[in-house]
């Protein structure tokens, strides 16, 4: 899964810096040297990673207008910073991450790096993958319940099962991850259910190891789509 990113800046320099890092770190690049221009890009298509230099005439509206988005909420602002006035300026920008001017190769690969990482697990967090295995749900009783799941994300999972499940107590999930070498087994709660047999199950406490080997898991399924 490629991520993508754009560069609003005019110095070419900066810019060749920028695109090869972020090539080899699989980030597709799209440049604008105009912040007018790039708002109109952001406006129908959405972006990973937003790189702006804080010295083009205009950027001070434009970063405003990108927190003011709702579509833009998840994108990763990053802007490069090179005189006094920028600098003073940092804190309105709305950036998580910020270059100094000349950027430096070993500058770009430690912030851009910082910067992927921090998109992929906003990205993985909330990623659901679906899947269909068997399930058993253990309530407090020693009752259990046999159901189909249906997908599942770092925080809890859908099932759907024909049996009647007790919203009010706290759960015991367990099931096989395919290809994993853990079985995922979790505390867990019932966080809704319809008529239909569908049930959200919210994960409660899911033991260091096993919450690694499910981050992997969705990590790799997620990269081979």
Same mark, same amino acid.
């Given at each position: 899964?490629?991520?993508?990113?754009?560069?609003?800046? #005019?110095?070419?320099?900066?810019?060749?810096?920028?695109?090869?890092?972020?090539?080899?770190?699989?980030?597709?690049?799209?440049?604008?040297?105009?912040?007018?221009?790039?708002?109109?890009?952001?406006?129908?298509?959405?972006?990973? &990673?937003?790189?702006?230099?804080? +010295?083009?005439?205009?950027?001070? @509206?434009?970063?405003?207008?990108?927190?003011?988005?709702?579509?833009?909420?998840? %994108?990763?602002?990053?802007?490069?910073?090179?005189?006094?006035?920028?600098?003073?300026?940092?804190?309105?920008?709305?950036?998580?991450?910020?270059?100094?001017?000349?950027?430096?190769?070993?500058?770009?690969?430690? %912030?851009?790096?910082?910067? #992927?990482?921090?998109?992929?697990?906003? #990205?993985?967090?909330?990623?659901?993958?679906?899947?269909?295995?068997?399930?058993?749900?253990?309530?407090?009783? @020693?009752?259990?319940?046999?159901?189909?799941?249906?997908?599942?994300?770092?925080?809890?999972?859908?099932?759907?099962?024909?049996?009647?499940?007790?919203? %009010?107590?706290?759960?015991?999930?367990?099931? +096989?991850?395919?290809?994993?070498?853990?079985? /995922?087994?979790?505390?867990?709660?019932? &966080?809704?259910?319809?008529?239909?047999?569908?049930?959200?199950?919210?994960?409660?406490?899911?033991?260091?190891?096993?919450?690694?080997? /499910?981050?992997?898991?969705? &990590?790799?399924?997620?990269?081979?789509?």
């Amino acid at each position: 899964m490629t991520l993508s990113s754009m560069v609003v800046s #005019r110095d070419w320099q900066e810019v060749s810096v920028l695109e090869c890092i972020l090539g080899s770190l699989h980030m597709d690049v799209a440049v604008e040297e105009e912040p007018q221009r790039a708002l109109a890009r952001l406006s129908k298509s959405k972006v990973d &990673a937003l790189i702006v230099d804080c +010295d083009l005439n205009g950027t001070n @509206h434009f970063l405003q207008e990108v927190q003011r988005d709702h579509r833009q909420a998840n %994108t990763v602002p990053l802007v490069i910073v090179g005189s006094p006035q920028s600098r003073n300026n940092l804190d309105a920008t709305g950036a998580l991450f910020a270059f100094e001017k000349p950027i430096s190769v070993e500058q770009a690969v430690r %912030t851009l790096s910082a910067a #992927r990482n921090l998109i992929l697990d906003g #990205r993985l967090r909330y990623h659901r993958e679906g899947l269909n295995v068997p399930v058993t749900l253990r309530g407090n009783r @020693h009752a259990h319940v046999e159901g189909d799941l249906i997908n599942v994300s770092q925080g809890g999972m859908q099932i759907r099962t024909d049996d009647a499940v007790e919203t %009010t107590q706290p759960v015991r999930v367990s099931f +096989d991850l395919p290809g994993a070498k853990l079985p /995922l087994k979790a505390q867990a709660e019932i &966080a809704w259910q319809d008529q239909r047999g569908n049930v959200g199950i919210r994960f409660v406490k899911v033991a260091p190891r096993v919450q690694r080997s /499910l981050r992997l898991w969705l &990590a790799q399924q997620y990269f081979a789509n």
